[in-house]
């Protein structure tokens, strides 16, 4: 009797874990099969399967809207502000674990205020100072503000992660003739590369969702991003949702197979950030 009470004791949580991982994968199922359903069997049964499935919302997206242009747009954009985040964030992380300097902790709060701030509050004063200075509307526009709020996560994370590195290294590299630009660029940073990886696809993620900055900043499709541009597909009276959960599949895929090729990594990044820093 005890043995089946045990048994049913370790069987409870498994189902637990199981019920929570299916209300976690049930609604990108439901936006799967809900993109293959016409506008009437949607509004009919919202959560039935499709009688019979079409990919014609596919090909009317592909060939009636500029999601190519949107998606291509938000890479732009995602692939320049990493390279940024990532790049400043070494550098100043680095700097800022490795050097004692006048005004270094106000520098280092100055980072962490940036972390605090929540980024709704800056929507008004961003959008008047870019207006001001003409900086709207543009391809680089979206750059300069998504930098910007990712960079101090970056620094805080590869700051705590390079003071787990042993000095003895970079004073051994020193010993052996390397200037600190070979030190830093061929020695630490191949050695930051898990919380690197790990801050490289959280903020691809922040990147690639981001709605608020690119709704006020960017006027012109040409210049929209995904996350903006589905809401076209919504009508002043009327919202056709299984093209537009088609439009959410579409974008949703690149950041998907990303994580999938990356979960280790990241894994791996988090797991050394909490042990290590």
């Known amino acids: 009797m005890k043995e089946a009470g045990r048994k049913i004791l370790r069987i409870i949580p498994n189902i637990v874990l199981i019920l929570f991982s ?11 099969y809900s993109s293959l359903k016409d506008k009437a069997e949607f509004y009919q049964s919202p959560i039935a399967l499709p009688k019979s499935p079409n990919f014609q919302h596919y090909i009317s ?27 400043i964030g070494f550098v100043v992380g680095y700097f800022l674990s490795r050097y004692k300097f006048r005004g270094r ?6 980072f962490l205020v940036g972390m605090l701030v929540p980024v709704h509050a800056l929507m008004v004063p961003m959008y008047v100072l870019f207006t001001k ?33 042993p000095l003895e290294v970079e004073e051994a590299a020193a010993i052996d003739g390397s200037s600190l630009h070979r030190t830093l660029f061929s020695i630490i940073l191949p050695m930051c590369k898990p919380i690197l990886v790990t801050v490289g696809i959280i903020q691809f993620f922040y990147v690639w969702n981001e709605f608020t900055f690119s709704l006020i900043l960017i006027d012109s499709e040409k210049w929209m991003t995904v996350p903006v541009g589905i ?11 299984p093209k537009m959960m088609t439009a959410m599949l579409i974008a949703i895929l690149p950041a998907v197979v990303l994580y999938f090729s990356f979960s280790k990594q990241i ?11």
Do not use: H
Request: glycine share 8%.
């Open 61 to 87: 997206i592909f060939t009636n809207s500029k999601i190519l242009t949107w998606m291509g747009n938000t890479i732009r954009n995602s692939f320049l502000s990493l390279v940024f985040i990532l790049l």
């Open 133 to 165: 200075m003409g900086l709207t509307d543009n391809w680089f526009t979206l750059v300069l503000p998504y930098t910007a709020l990712s960079l101090p996560i970056a620094i805080f994370l590869v700051e705590s992660y390079v003071k787990s590195i």
């Open 22 to 32: 299916l209300s976690c994968i049930f609604p990108a199922i439901w936006l799967f």
């Open 267 to 277: 894994i791996k990044g988090m797991i050394a950030g909490a042990v290590k820093g």
């Open 105 to 110: 902790k106000a520098l280092y709060g100055y």
């Open 231 to 241: 809401t076209l597909f919504k009508g002043q009276f009327t919202t056709d949702y």
